[in-house]
């Protein structure tokens, strides 16, 4: 039992090292991202540890991915051969992205870019297309929140979705980070820091504040959601301070 449990640790740690070996110089947004090695790796691994049936597989690559640093690269490896739900477990925004600071953001959205690739069923193309839209708005610490913020609402606004409810963790994600930029706004009018205060709502004119007068059934604007989470916003995006006088 001992030598069949060292083996199975020394496939393991070989699997860790291959995929690392193939994929640590790319991300899985990036065009060529080498998909179909890593697959080959985690197929040759489920093949050398025996016949499993699909919850103990689920659970073998779960523990490999779980371990591995670069969890993007590790779930592009695996998704194509787990199932459904036992991908999104691993996708737990509240798990995966810290509040408030941010932190695992854009480890996040690479890994849903990386399960799409391999199951379309986990993460839909639109869930996908989201997340590689957001990549550049994704950071960590001071000011992530209105980054993202800033990113979430141009992609909506580009978006045909008539709300959010098909994306979740981005209608998650609205709110946490509205709320929080909302915080940091009123702590530099608090302290009157008001270049520091200028600067991060610059954006916010770019707004489109006109909503029509009716809309269908289910259908929510993005200024609907602002108006919920951050109900300042139309302040802010009105201001326009004397530059000098700041």
Known sequence: RTKMVLLRKKKSEAWHLQIDSVGSASRPSKPKFPYAALQQYTDYYIKKIGKLSTPETDIKLAILIQNHDARDIAIAACAHVMSPGAIKALLNLELCVAPATYYGLEMFLESLIAANSGNRTAISNLEAQWARDLIPYASHGIGAGGKLLEGLCNTLSKSHIPNMNVIPDFAVLMQRSARD???????????????????????????????????????????????AQFPTWRIWANWRPSLDRL
């Open 181 to 227: 930029f909302a915080s940091q706004l009123e702590g530099f009018r608090i302290r009157c820091a008001w270049p520091a205060a200028h600067l991060s709502v610059s954006w916010l004119t770019t707004i489109k504040q006109s909503s029509p007068a009716t809309t269908p059934p289910g259908n929510i604007q993005l200024e609907h959601i602002l108006d």
